[in-house]
């Protein structure tokens, strides 16, 4: 299971599903949802937090929600 936590940064993927049933309500209405593309942009110096790019939304979340967003690889082949 590769989770948002596991992205290297400028990594991509698209979010398959939810891991606990749990995610914040606010990161939901910013568009972590199902379907929509992640790009990690930056790692905090203590791994904590992570900040990421949803539809154009550049959002910190905690490594311990990170852990609970289940995602498939991006390619960047062409």
């Known amino acids: 299971m590769i989770t948002v ?3 290297k940064r400028g990594q991509k993927g ?3 599903d939810f ?10 209405e910013l568009g972590c949802l199902p379907g929509n593309l992640v790009e990690l942009v930056q790692i905090a ?4 937090p992570l900040y990421i790019n949803v539809n ?4 910190a979340i905690r490594r311990s929600i990170a852990l ?4 498939d690889i ?3 082949t062409l």
Do not use: C, F, Q, R
């Open 68 to 71: 609970k967003i289940e995602l």
């Open 74 to 76: 991006v390619s960047e």
């Open 19 to 28: 891991a606990y049933d749990y995610l914040p309500i606010k990161l939901l």
């Open 5 to 7: 936590a596991n992205l």
């Open 56 to 59: 154009g939304s550049h959002i």
């Open 45 to 48: 110096p203590l791994n904590d």
């Open 14 to 16: 698209i979010i398959k």
